[in-house]
């Protein structure tokens, strides 16, 4: 009986402090929720003849819903730009950094989101669920069935950065890709990821 006792005196703090530790975790894992989307790219990308401040689109394969109550709906365009880009030459590590930060609707306003590639693949493809968080980082190899390394960061400055290694980043209209998204921040200026 004592240790009955005990134990529910023990028992309480734990639970107490675990029910306290649930709502913070709630709570902050809504303030800018990533949610998955998978888009197919509209526009071809080649670091061969790619600009700075090239546009870039990807259409959204299906809906999503932003934390905040937010829909973008299944055909909307991710709008971006082509941050840097450096060819491939004599054989060396060519570079595209891209960055998503709006999604345009077909008949609506555009929308500012946050958004991070954590995963490219060929047409025709299927992604494997990705653990969305936000510390997530994304180290894809070049031995990738596309050929090219992606690397990513939810917490940085840009969408993700493409490396190929002796060749030209190439990627035609179809490329499948990956995102995390969330809305940014009210009055935030958006820069991308």
Do not use: C, W
């Not at 031995?143 to 002796?166: E, F, I, M, R, W």
């Not at 209209?173 to 940014?184: D, I, K, R, V, W």
């Amino acid at each position: 009986m004592r240790i009955a006792k005990y134990f529910g005196i023990a028992i309480i703090p734990l639970a107490l402090s675990l029910t306290a530790m649930a709502k913070d975790v709630h709570q902050s894992t809504n303030e800018g929720q990533l949610v998955q989307a998978n888009t197919v790219l509209q526009t071809k990308i080649d670091a061969k003849t790619a600009k700075v401040g090239d546009a870039v689109t990807a259409r959204l394969v299906s809906s999503v819903h932003l934390s905040g109550g937010t829909e973008i709906p299944r055909n909307a365009l991710l709008i971006g730009h082509i941050d840097q880009v450096q060819p491939a030459e004599n054989n060396g590590v060519s570079t595209v950094v891209l960055t998503f930060d709006k999604a345009q609707p077909k008949d609506g306003q555009p929308i500012a989101i946050k958004s991070t590639i954590v995963g490219i693949q060929p047409s025709n493809s299927v992604f494997s669920p990705t653990d969305l968080n936000p510390q997530l980082k994304t180290e894809q190899t070049a031995a990738s069935a596309h050929g090219y390394s992606l690397t990513s960061d939810v917490q940085g400055a840009n969408s993700g950065v493409l490396k190929a290694d002796g060749k030209n980043v190439h990627l035609e209209h179809g490329t499948e890709f990956e995102f995390a998204l969330a809305p940014t921040a009210a009055g935030s200026t958006t820069t991308g990821n």
